[in-house]
RNA sequence: GGGCAUGUGGCGCAACUUGGACAGCGCACCUGGCUUCGGACCAGGCGGUUGCGGGUUCAAAUCCCGUCAUGCCCGCCA
């Protein structure tokens, strides 16, 4: 359904547009719309600066040109009132009809009101946040995986088929380093998994610095040995990730973060999805195999052909990327490249789905195997992949490949969601210098969680139980951290803050949570209330009104948080919304005044509202915090 | 050398895609408000030549050119 500010809009549009020609000058619909905007609410609810476009046309000032426009205008259905200012044309809404339709509607639409259909008959693949299976999440981790959850609720509620996808890299040198510290340091698991390999990672790796001859050697074998997946090193390999990935999902699920795939890289060579890739893009005539040179008996992409399409790529000094090496290996962009492709439905292989485990929503999470059935995955329209800035060039590349493979389409609507990653104040959290252990606390996500939830207790108040107090605990410490990720724009770094994390005040995500628990309340006390009973007449323009516009926008923040893969567009429209309603909370009684059912439909919206923009950051709104 | 991102009051951010009316919000700081629907709140105050320099325009934080600072990236690695 279309959003009451659309509506709203669209009315305006028609009255400029008609006034326009009355006075002889015929303009574009576009035109009108990007003169509109939000004025100071002195001058009105909504208005257009189309006085400065007509003044050009007509040769005279713009508030000339406004104001013989104005003497055209008739009013419409929703706006009552339309004055001239210095060239702007400023408008006032009919208060009574436009709150009737913004309360209307969010009744009926409930909690698909904001919803919309931009993304129908569409699919898309989110990959996230695709951690390596030997260390246990740590912030960095969860602003990816956070973001890559918030986007894909975006995306559903905006209609697009969407495929949670997990990508995990059990073959790297990172997981080979790992396992042969499993193997040889002879320490036993006396903790969550994926916490004790990290931890043993950390320890190889000074090892390797100690004595990197004898370590390194052995660790070069036992990749290869895990390449090769008829040896028994590889199945050890594949049973030691997949213990710890399940320990890192226990802390998706806290995070209440849910996949419905598992890719796991050895099943792509096992798929040989790589053949049928290279196949594809010698036909399209990219690639080439020099005997001589620098690349002497390796297979090159060339990507000379960019140059208008990819501008940043036209200019780099080197057009050539290496596919197969001159060993006759295959590089990751080239398994990457295939992935891609399979993604895309390009080519199928012998990609098979079983069962990985049942998620505590209730949905099974599969993964990737050499066993089980097709199921339709992959064949997406549109691929996103959530990955840190650092990867961008890597990811360019992949899209550059995806092009000179003759799949133009495909490359344009590969995006990778690219983010500024999360550093510390003393620095950077790699894990293979154990940057996210602590001095006291770890920088893992899982005790973020515990922080958090420690300081929401000493929150709640004393009337509810133990077990109660524990509950609301845990959601607002959710709430604090979800929102803390999300609520600035990807593309800036995060500096990691305890103080900023366990601020609750507002512009937090328990301030919007409290907005919604007091709208709660009211309505408790209030009982059912029946919005045949508002009497519209009891509208005044104040803080009531001005809570009321902002509801009625909902659906096109959601578009553009959509259409920008921003869900920090949804958080502060978020925050807008539960400053607005705190206002008139304050000054607004409900219970018992004049104008009771009116304002319980107001709170009753606003709870919704509230309600369905939380859920779409992940955030469960609950009724007592 | 090249590419990308970032630069907005002491700090953290919004507005930039589509140029419009005195650049919004939070933290911190100062002043006030709970016998009244939940004070994780509200009302008010202090604080900004939007990194710098040009240009385009009636109008620039926003567009263009240049420049500086910070970070990341530019492998037959994964």
């Known amino acids: 359904m279309k959003a009451p500010s659309k509506e709203l809009k669209e009315e305006f549009i028609n009255i400029l547009k008609n006034a326009a020609s009355e006075i002889g000058i015929k303009m574009e619909k576009d035109e009108i719309i990007a003169t509109i905007s939000k004025p100071k609410k002195e001058f009105g609810d ?32 929703l706006i009552k009132n339309i004055n001239e200012l210095d060239g702007y044309i400023n408008a006032f809404i009919d208060e009574q009809s436009y ?10 639409e409930g909690n698909t009101y904001g919803s919309s259909d931009i993304g129908a008959g569409k699919k898309v693949i989110v990959e996230y946040p695709s951690v390596n299976p030997n260390k246990p999440w740590h912030i960095g981790h969860l602003k990816n995986a956070l973001l890559g959850d918030a986007v894909s609720n975006i995306l559903e509620f905006c209609s697009y088929n969407v495929e949670r996808e997990d990508y995990i890299d059990d073959l790297g040198l990172q997981v080979a380093e790992s396992l042969w510290g499993y193997i040889n340091l002879g320490d036993k698991p006396d903790k969550k998994f994926d916490q004790w390999v990290g931890e043993e990672y950390v320890k190889v790796n000074k090892m390797l610095e100690q004595n990197k001859e004898k370590v390194s050697k052995e660790i070069d074998e036992l990749l290869k040995k895990i390449e090769d997946h008829s040896t028994k090193e590889a199945k050890m390999c594949r049973e030691f990730a997949e213990e710890c990935v399940r320990a890192q999902y226990e802390t998706a699920f806290k995070y209440r973060c849910y996949h419905d795939i598992l890719i796991w890289e050895s099943d792509i060579v096992r798929a040989k999805l790589l053949e049928r890739a290279m196949k594809i893009i010698e036909e399209s005539g990219s690639v080439e195999k020099p005997s001589e040179g620098k690349y002497a008996n390796c297979i090159v992409a060339n990507l000379e052909k960019l140059g208008e399409v990819f501008e940043e790529l036209g200019k780099m000094e080197e057009n050539r990327k290496v596919l197969i090496r001159s060993n006759g290996t295959a590089t990751y962009l080239a398994k990457d ?20 485990m049942k998620q505590p929503n209730g949905k099974v999470l599969y993964t990737s195997s050499d ?39 495909k490359a344009k609507n590969l995006i990778h969601l690219s983010y500024g990653e999360v550093e510390l104040e003393e620095g950077s959290l790699h894990g293979r210098s154990g940057g996210w252990i602590g001095k006291d606390k770890n920088y893992t996500a899982d005790d973020l969680l515990n922080e958090v939830s420690s300081k929401a207790e000493l929150f709640t108040k004393d009337q509810v139980s133990e077990e109660e107090k524990k509950h609301i605990a845990f959601e607002v ?47 408790e006390k209030a009982g059912a209330f029946d919005n045949e009973k508002i009497n519209y007449s009891k509208l005044e323009r104040s803080y009531d009104f001005e809570l009321l516009l902002a509801l009625g ?7 553009r948080a959509c259409s920008e893969l921003r869900p920090n567009i949804i958080a502060d429209y978020l925050l807008s919304i539960s400053s607005l309603f705190s206002k008139f909370y304050e000054n607004m009684p409900v219970l018992k005044s ?5 304002r319980l439909g107001i709170v009753y919206a606003t709870k919704q509202v509230i309600s369905n923009m939380l859920k779409l950051l992940g955030i469960m709104p609950i009724e007592r915090i």
């Open 477 to 523: 410490a959710l709430g604090a951290i979800k929102f803390d990720f999300l609520k600035s724009s990807p593309e800036k770094k995060t500096v990691f803050s305890w103080e900023r994390a366990l601020n609750f005040e507002a512009n937090s995500g328990p301030y919007c949570m409290y907005t919604y628990a007091r709208a709660a309340k009211i309505l």
């Open 594 to 598: 004049e104008a009771q059912e009116l």
């Open 337 to 356: 490249l295939a992935f891609h492709m399979w993604k895309f439905g390009i080519i199928k292989g012998d990609f098979l789905f079983e069962e990985f």
């Open 46 to 77: 909504i208005s257009s600066s189309i006085g400065f476009k007509l003044a050009r046309i007509m040769k005279t000032s713009p508030h000339i040109a406004a104001e013989k426009l104005v003497q055209h205008i008739s009013k419409g259905r």
């Open 99 to 108: 709150a009737k339709l913004v309360i209307e509607s969010i009744l009926s």
């Open 371 to 409: 066993k089980g059935t097709d199921m339709g995955f992959g064949n997406a329209d549109m691929v996103i992949n959530v990955i840190g800035s650092a990867q961008q060039h890597e990811q360019l590349m992949l899209k550059a490949l995806l092009y000179v493979s003759g799949h133009e389409e």
């Open 553 to 559: 926008e909902a659906q096109e923040y959601v578009e």
